[in-house]
């Protein structure tokens, strides 16, 4: 089945940087790969997806890049705000007629101090 | 358009109880997905709902199980726990007919003593 590895497990950065998480997947099946950001004692919340036909999605502060020959996918977060500091999780899912089961990365910790 | 709600939020069982765990989708989702989040294991798929059908299972024992309504809520149960199904419980809708994405609600904290 899928196998989702993501590094880091945790990233300090100061405000106004740059962050980069990454993650690569097993299963070249998969075609579906969303970012999500869970804040302490919430749920998760979907922040940014990308589709296997395409290469990059932008939008505004956040970016995601997908590699599909190297089955590497990663999320950029541009100009970081402490309110970005959360839990960053990505998954990876074969989204077909039968329905979508996301297999998710370990999760990173993302700490931007000002 | 109110979010994925969950109830209860907190539990608190004891080993070799059963716990019946509930979700609401958004309005117009029918697709609900469960999900367990532990600090060890992190998130896992438990399995998908649709139409009143289960379409996707994860691999968990047999003592988890759901079930989903008309109305498009979702059930999920565990019977005969144990300490280590204390865990949050994660519900996900998503709108099949407009693409994958998956919103979740705020969970359910289950502790097994």
């Known amino acids: 089945g899928e196998n989702v590895e993501q590094h880091p497990s945790t990233l300090s950065v100061q405000e106004g940087d740059s962050a980069v998480i990454k993650c690569t997947y097993s299963?070249?099946?998969?075609?579906?790969f969303p970012w999500y950001k869970q804040e302490l004692g919430k749920g998760p919340q979907l922040i940014i997806d990308?589709?296997?036909?395409?290469g990059e999605k932008k939008d505004q502060r956040i970016a995601v890049t997908l590699n599909k020959t190297a089955k590497h996918f990663s999320l950029h977060i541009t100009e970081t705000q402490p309110e970005d500091s959360a839990v960053y999780f990505c998954a990876a899912s074969v989204a077909n007629q039968a329905g979508t089961a996301l297999i998710f990365g370990k999760g990173t910790t993302l700490s931007v101090s000002s | 358009k109110a979010g994925v709600t969950q109830t209860p939020r907190y539990l608190i069982k004891t080993r070799g109880q059963q716990v019946t765990l509930s979700c609401s989708p958004i309005?117009?989702?029918?697709?609900v997905s469960w999900y367990q989040q532990t600090p060890g294991q992190g998130l896992q798929f438990l399995f998908e709902y649709f139409s009143e059908t289960q379409r996707n299972k994860g691999n968990f024992p047999g003592r988890f199980s759901g079930r989903q309504f008309s109305n498009s809520r979702s059930e999920m149960n565990v019977s005969t726990l144990e300490l280590g199904d204390s865990a949050l419980y994660l519900c996900?809708?998503?709108?099949?007919?407009?693409?994958?994405?998956?919103?979740f609600g705020p969970g359910t904290r289950l502790t097994v003593l």
């Open positions: 990308i589709r296997s036909n395409v």
């Open positions: 996900a809708s998503s709108d099949r007919d407009r693409g994958n994405e998956q919103f």
């Open positions: 309005s117009g989702h029918r697709s």
């Open positions: 299963d070249s099946a998969s075609n579906y």
